[in-house]
């Protein structure tokens, strides 16, 4: 994991929040978005949840050469896996991240 994102995500969940990271190619991430989510597409990101100090955030691979917006995304799914619904809250609390870390989308 990058140093960035280690430092993202101690801020985010912690020390003891086990996080597993992996970029699969689209048709999976479409098959696992269709059976977890219903949506019959190739997820961008999801994160899973499997116990409060351990989780798992699935990439598609090809974002990979859009370093900003994996950032984001990376931070949109620590939101999610600390127990952040979309909404108001969830967008003040990944702008405060963002602007901490200086990335910009």
């Not at 598609?60 to 950032?71: A, Q, W």
């Not at 990376?74 to 990944?94: A, C, I, P, R, T």
Request: zero cysteines; charged letters at 35%.
């Amino acid at each position: 994991m990058k140093k960035k994102w280690m430092e993202i995500k101690k801020k985010v969940l912690g020390d003891k929040f086990n996080l597993s990271i992996a970029f699969l190619d689209s048709s999976l991430m479409k098959k696992i978005n269709r059976r977890y989510r219903k949506k019959d597409r190739a997820a961008e990101v999801l994160s899973f949840l499997y116990s409060p100090t351990e989780g798992e955030i699935l990439f598609n691979k090809n974002l990979k050469n859009r370093p900003d917006y994996l950032d984001y995304l990376f931070v949109h799914s620590l939101l999610h896996l600390d127990g952040f619904n979309h909404g108001k809250k969830m967008e003040l609390q990944e702008k405060k991240i963002l602007k901490s870390f200086k990335i910009n989308i």
